[in-house]
DNA sequence: GAACCGTGGTA
DNA sequence: TTACCAAGGTT
């Protein structure tokens, strides 16, 4: 690299961090407490996920596992319970192992190397820069969606943003601009850039402090950067998911695998197969005699790579009294309870509507 | 290395 | 309505 790049490098943390100053997110909850424990599970929450959205979550989590020690003894289906809705559940478990990892290898003492970092589950190499950064000031790039967008507009970048080549790119250039002054404040900057000036849509050029660098604001292709790649559609899938109730109002629900959607979380028993019959279903997996039945309306379920078509059926069982199931695999659950138990969103919908249904 | 993994917001 | 995608990582 020349020596005017690297002039220019320097230029721009400086510029970005003299704006972070006055108007950077500098109140975020994880910010509070100068611990590598709390910054860690920030961290992951907000992999893929929005600050707005993950905060509720995070005084959830630290409230219930306020110390890595807590998070390493408790139960993975409890911490299940409190990410149950913040989505890819893949997050907590890894968490979750990694806690007990540092609890058996180093008893909690949470790890200042970043290659120990990069070995636990759950954390790649931007996560891992980003605890370095941000619990101990040292100089570890990021790369995040935010990162990402404001260097392809500065220097212009019109590749694929999923290439392995332009993340190559990429990579190199997030490290020829992190600063070694204030690496944690820089990180920090160049994210909160992203989503308060440099944004997706609309991005407010005008009150960018780094306008004077960015390729793409000096040739008035902002809205070209990064290019935007079609992607296919995603596929249909359907199944049915029965509620099916003892006397006492409990309902069944059933352990996901612990890979696979909704890894690990109890959800409704699920029918695959849309010709398959109730009746014999329920028989043959559940061993439950199932009398009558009704089918609720459909709902729409998103996710990432496909679309889910649910059709709930409330199912009623032929039983005098309250039938017990494999406690492993089976749940008899009472919503008023508050019972350790992750439900996925969709079935928390599904359990609205009924409540909504009954109710008229 | 491509597919997989959730949910909510936004245009 | 539809499509994109956000503080990515794992297999």
């Known amino acids: 690299m020349n020596k005017k790049t690297r002039y220019s490098d320097r230029e ?9 100053t006055v108007h950077g997110r500098q109140n975020l909850p994880w910010k509070q407490l100068d611990s590598p424990y709390h910054i860690w599970i920030s961290e992951v929450m907000l992999q893929q996920t929005q600050v707005e959205t993950v905060i509720p979550y995070y005084w959830k989590f630290i409230r219930k596992f306020p110390d890595m020690r807590s998070l390493a003894n408790a139960e993975v289906d409890s911490v299940l319970s409190v990410w149950a809705g913040l989505g890819y559940y893949a997050r907590a478990r890894n ?4 806690a007990r990892i540092i609890r058996d290898d180093r008893d909690c003492e949470f790890p200042r190397d970043f290659g120990q970092l990069l070995s636990l589950p ?14 101990y000031n ?20 019109d590749g694929d943003p999923g290439a392995r080549e332009t993340q190559a790119l990429l990579w190199k250039i997030a490290d020829a601009k992190t600063p070694g002054d204030s690496p944690g404040d820089y990180n920090q900057a160049i994210m909160d850039l992203g989503a308060m000036i440099c944004k997706r849509a609309a991005p407010s050029c005008l009150n960018c402090p780094v306008r004077n660098h960015c390729q793409a604001y000096q040739s008035q292709a902002v809205a070209d950067y990064p290019r935007k790649i079609r992607r296919a559609k995603r596929p249909v899938r359907s199944c049915r998911m029965l509620l099916i109730s003892r006397p006492d109002g409990d309902v069944l629900l059933q352990k996901r695998p612990p890979h696979g959607i909704w ?10 197969d849309p010709k398959a019959g109730i009746r014999r279903f329920c028989a ?3 061993e439950l005699e199932v009398a009558t039945w009704r089918e609720m309306d459909m709902l729409r379920h998103h996710f ?3 679309e889910l078509l649910i059709h709930p059926v409330v199912c009623s069982i032929d039983h005098s009294g309250n ?3 494999d406690e492993e695999r089976f749940l008899w659950y009472n919503r008023n309870l508050g019972q350790d138990a992750g439900i996925p969103t969709a079935v928390e919908r599904i359990f609205k509507n009924l409540e909504s249904t009954e109710n008229k």
Not at 12 to 20: C, G, N, R
Not at 139 to 156: C, E, F, Q, S, T
Request: glycine share 10%; proline share 5%.
């Open 323 to 325: 039938p017990t199931m």
């Open 263 to 272: 890894g690990g979380l109890w959800s409704l028993p699920q029918m695959d």
């Open 122 to 135: 759950g954390i790649g190499r931007s996560t891992a820069g980003a605890i370095m950064a941000f619990s």
């Open 304 to 306: 990432t790579h496909y």
């Open 138 to 157: 040292l100089r570890y790039p990021i790369l995040d969606g935010n990162v990402k967008r404001v260097l392809m507009r500065i220097h212009a970048i």
């Open 12 to 20: 721009f943390s400086s510029d970005l961090l003299a704006w972070y």
């Open 284 to 286: 043959e997996s559940l």
């Open 95 to 98: 968490l979750h192992r990694a």
